[in-house]
């Protein structure tokens, strides 16, 4: 049975660079749950993080953007501490100053919202290795001050203004480049951290607008929502990211309440999240930034807390779906062509389709014509044949294993009967 685990909490003070929003408060529930981090890195020494904002996970390795550092670190799989990053882009070559969102590309080049500085309102793109003071790869103005970014399926650069807009521009967009499409949504207020989900919608964290809006491929102007959630039961004080797990949920960073709200999978309207992860333990002061890795861990960029948390799956990994089992191995049919009786014999298939075998069905025929069928225990590994059952010539034994998905494949042995 799945249980609502609610822990939201309030935010004195401001919220991300979008102004001041009044703290809305807790909300009570019977289900608190607090979940500390399985890892922080966190530490004034070495991290060198700075109000970090977006952020990407890509073959374990964090990428995060340091808002008030000037830079994009990049951090080992399973960092944990006041540890160095193994990558940092920075310095004035690299032209980012107040950068927000991060996202990666199929080639795994980093693309960069940057806000200010000599490439104020440009979008950056730095190869795969990039480290230290160098210059973009390659370089475009949105027309305007970009805030959220994500590459699609289609390899298009997404990119939101942080109000009603979205522009979606091809991966070698430079200068100042038409945009391919653009929304223009009445559904947003204050558009900011972006995602893709496996068909392609893009999902908006919608901030102040205290909602996510999800767009089908392809949109323009002001589309219809293929998804809108939003409402009182929604408990979304303030949406700052979004991102999609493998199952379909939906996670959304709510920087006033201080936690990261899960919604099912099929989640459209005013609907109750599914599980809130929040806390004294989870210790979150101003999440920003979100990215669930494909095993479920929760990877969480702190603006205020100036540290990234992972936190373990908050739900168990699906079952693999069952399928039906490989075909027998090594068949084999013992006993000469004059034998009075004949012995199949085989061993289990290599590969049982996820499920236990619970039986095999054994059929001998001479051309088309069946001569025998025999349904056998899981437990057999051999059967006789007495000749008055076979037929002068070839005949073909066939052997196929059952699970619960139902049987598998054929495997096949031919033998010579002379009476």
Do not use: C
């Amino acid at each position: 049975m799945n249980h609502t685990i609610r822990v939201t909490g309030a935010l004195a003070g401001t919220a991300l660079i979008a102004g001041t929003l009044a703290a809305l408060g807790p909300s009570a529930s019977a289900d608190d749950v607090s979940v500390a981090p399985v890892r922080t890195i966190k530490g004034p020494t070495n991290t060198g993080l700075n109000q970090p904002l977006g952020m990407y996970v890509r073959d374990g390795k964090i990428h995060v953007s340091n808002f008030g550092g000037g830079s994009v670190s990049v951090f080992a799989a399973n960092a944990n501490g006041d540890v160095p990053p193994q990558r940092s882009i920075s310095g004035a070559a690299s032209l980012i100053v107040s950068p927000r969102h991060v996202a990666a590309d199929s080639a795994g080049f980093t693309w960069v919202a940057n806000s200010t500085g000599t490439a104020a309102n440009r979008v950056l793109a730095f190869g795969p290795t990039a480290d230290g003071p160098v210059a973009p790869d390659a370089k475009f103005d949105p027309g305007f001050v970009p805030f959220g970014i994500t590459i699609d399926k289609s390899n298009k650069v997404n990119v939101s203004n942080g109000t009603t807009t979205i522009k979606v521009f091809p991966l070698s967009a430079t200068g100042t480049p038409a945009a391919e499409r653009t929304i223009t949504s009445s559904r947003l207020t204050n558009a900011r951290g972006l995602a893709v989900d496996a068909g392609n919608r893009l999902w908006v964290a919608n901030g102040s607008g205290d909602s996510v809006v999800a767009f089908s491929p392809g949109a323009t102007g002001d589309p219809t929502p293929a998804r809108l959630i939003k409402g009182a039961q929604t408990q979304i004080q303030f949406a700052s990211d979004v991102d999609v797990d493998a199952s379909g949920r939906v996670y959304v960073v709510d920087e006033v309440a201080k936690d990261v709200k899960v919604f099912a999978a099929n989640a459209n309207g005013d609907v109750a999240p599914i599980k809130v992860l929040g806390g004294p333990a989870a210790a979150l002061t101003l999440p920003a930034g979100i990215s669930v890795t494909p095993n479920g861990t929760l990877v969480v960029a702190d603006y205020g807390g100036n540290d990234i948390s992972s936190f373990a799956p908050l739900f168990a990994p699906p079952k693999p779906a069952v399928k039906v089992p490989g075909k027998p191995r090594a068949v084999k049919v013992s006993g000469k062509a004059r034998a009075k009786t004949r012995r199949v014999s085989w061993r289990p298939p290599a590969n049982n389709g996820g499920a236990r075998i619970t039986g095999y069905r054994l059929v001998v025929k001479k051309g088309n014509r069946v001569l025998l069928r025999k349904n056998l225990g899981a437990s057999k590994r051999s059967y006789k044949i007495k000749r008055a059952k076979l037929r002068n010539g070839k005949n073909t034994v066939y052997l196929k294993a059952k699970n619960k998905k139902g049987f598998g494949k054929n495997a096949k042995k031919s033998f010579r009967v002379r009476k």
